[in-house]
């Protein structure tokens, strides 16, 4: 029987590093798209006209939730771009990275942090400018409650 404990314990040692990745991927590429969704609280203060209401993905596949923040990005930022609501140097034009199109059935792990990396990298700015130009609300609360 210990024998049996300690293998259920290697086991479990084993295992759970890779579902804690696992969720912190997730955790990342949920925090991009609900980003981007609320993004809709600011077009109005900035000027935009409102986006089309998004549906939360309900899911936990990356490539999806990363594909949502994404669309999100590049429908807020033709509009902020237009505008000149935010700096020209952020409207590089739509994001369109290449995985988008190739559509793997599966992705290793360093991959899907990859593209969750490289999107922050294009989403985030944007954001945060985005919440700088957008006027403060009276009551104190913040602009971008994702800060």
């Not at 590093?17 to 590429?29: R, Y």
């Not at 609320?38 to 899911?59: H, M």
């Not at 199109?101 to 360093?110: H, I, L």
Request: a negative charge; hydrophobic letters at 45%; aromatic letters at 4%.
């Amino acid at each position: 029987m210990p024998i049996r404990q300690a293998l259920l314990v290697a086991l479990t040692l084993l295992v759970t590093p890779s579902l804690a990745a696992d969720t912190s991927l997730v955790v990342d590429a949920r925090r991009l798209t609900v980003m981007m969704s609320q993004a809709r609280d600011i077009e109005n203060a900035l000027g935009l006209k409102p986006s089309p209401e998004q549906d939360a993905a309900q899911t936990d596949d990356v490539p999806a939730l990363l594909g949502q923040a994404i669309d999100g990005y590049n429908g807020l930022a033709q509009q902020a771009c237009a505008v000149h609501a935010i700096d020209a140097a952020l409207c590089p034009g739509l994001y369109s990275p290449p995985w988008r199109t190739v559509k793997p059935a599966s992705a290793d792990e360093a991959t899907l942090r990859r593209w969750t990396d490289e999107t922050a990298a294009r989403l985030m700015p944007f954001w945060n400018a985005l919440c700088a130009e957008a006027p403060k609300p009276a009551d104190g609360a913040p602009v971008c409650p994702m800060e």
